[in-house]
């Protein structure tokens, strides 16, 4: 075997057109190629242009691409709540923790972002609680669905989802079993409420299936392969609660992961500003308390511009805070209150509000909008 040293051919000899170093691995399947093996399998081959092949994929640290396409898999951006908890209706919606759509058929139970105890790694976690003493069966979920534009790519792959689970200490669910799903869809950005009624256009399951989960952190993986014609992909985790509820009746979950491959590898930490601007996509919750300029196109009524961060999805829609939460500057520099806000037009980089003031202002001049409150913009699938 052929030893180079500070880029010098130290051996006598040439070395064996093929052969093998039974101490290092390395071998020569031919005269211009270089193989490392394990366990006598090849796992790595070097051709004479010096091009790399791996027999499988190479589980690489992730600082690259779009690995996980689940957004906010670490539960850490929560625009809507900031951290409180939200009642969760027998309707899917989307309540809190960013890009979660969750549903409680009994309309009983709560959904929150917690940083109490998460598994080593994790700031954060997500949990869906059934409210103390509610009685009778009930189903609670917890969804996300991918937008097509980031899936066409999985067509004919195989997908891993992997993802940390926690019961609570009184979870009700029968023999502490979850159900973990993907399926498919062959529609253009269909929602999760349909994706959870199952009536996705081409429906189709990956992979399913029921983990019984304890009260420590466990990390649950399971694998499928994507139909060719496959052009949405979603994840969901359910479990089915009995009797009353106690005291922490819930379900808890965080590094939710779905990528490409048979094998689960390393969670994709993305930096914060990079998943929060992922997030904004879809969301988007200007900060309360915040100042911007306007203009007056009549003596009651001023037009404020929100410009988002990022491209939303689609046009939103926009969830308001209330009328006196917005205040605008006079032509004599006083302020006066809003009595009526509305949406004037909800594009994908901008929304016009139009404030209703009861007088005060003077038409084509500009003026200051202090908007306080919370105001929902959201294109959420």
């Avoid at 170093?21 to 366990?39: C, E, F, K, L, R």
């Avoid at 890009?99 to 105890?117: E, G, K, P």
Wanted: glycine letters at 8%.
């Amino acid at each position: 075997m052929t030893l180079i040293l500070n880029g010098t051919d130290n051996s006598a000899t040439t070395p064996a057109v093929t052969g093998t170093d039974t101490d290092t691995g390395i071998y020569y399947p031919t005269s211009n190629q270089v193989a490392i093996a394990t366990n006598g399998t090849q796992a790595m081959l070097v051709d004479a242009s010096q091009n790399v092949t791996f027999a499988q994929a190479a589980n690489l640290p992730n600082t690259f691409g779009f690995k996980n396409r689940i957004i906010n898999g670490a539960m850490a951006i929560d625009q809507r709540k900031a951290g409180a908890s939200v009642v969760v209706s027998n309707t899917d919606s989307y309540f809190g923790i960013d890009r979660y759509s969750v549903i409680d058929f009994s309309n009983a139970a709560t959904w929150q972002q917690l940083t109490t105890s998460p598994p080593a790694g994790f700031q954060y976690f997500g949990c869906l609680r059934r409210n103390t003493g509610t009685s009778g069966a009930s189903t609670l979920a917890i969804t996300q669905v991918v937008e097509s534009k980031n899936c066409f790519d999985l067509q004919s792959q195989s997908v891993t989802l992997s993802f940390y689970a926690k019961a609570g200490a009184n979870f009700s669910a029968a023999s502490s079993n979850i159900t973990a799903s993907v399926k498919t869809g062959t529609g253009t950005d269909q929602s999760a409420t349909n994706f959870r009624n199952n009536t996705w256009t081409g429906l189709a399951t990956v992979v399913t299936s029921t983990f019984a989960i304890t009260t420590s952190w466990v990390k649950y993986t399971i694998t499928g392969t994507v139909s060719a014609s496959a052009t949405q992909i979603g994840v969901q985790f359910q479990f089915d609660s009995t009797g009353t509820a106690g005291a922490d009746d819930s379900l808890n979950v965080t590094g939710v992961q779905l990528e490409k491959g048979s094998t689960a590898t390393s969670f994709d930490y993305r930096p914060i500003g990079t998943e929060l601007a992922l997030c904004e996509r879809y969301c988007f919750v200007p900060a309360s308390n915040s100042r911007y300029v306007g203009q007056c196109d009549a003596t009651t009524r001023a037009l404020m511009i929100y410009v988002f961060p990022q491209t939303m999805r689609t046009g939103p829609s926009a969830t308001l805070a209330s009328a006196t939460s917005y205040t605008v500057t006079t032509a004599t520099g006083g302020t006066v209150n809003s009595t009526a806000v509305s949406l004037g037009g909800g594009f994908i980089n901008t929304a016009q509000l139009a404030i209703t003031v009861a007088s005060g202002l003077v038409a084509g001049n500009a003026t200051i909008v202090t908007a306080n409150g919370t105001t929902i913009f959201s294109a959420e699938l």
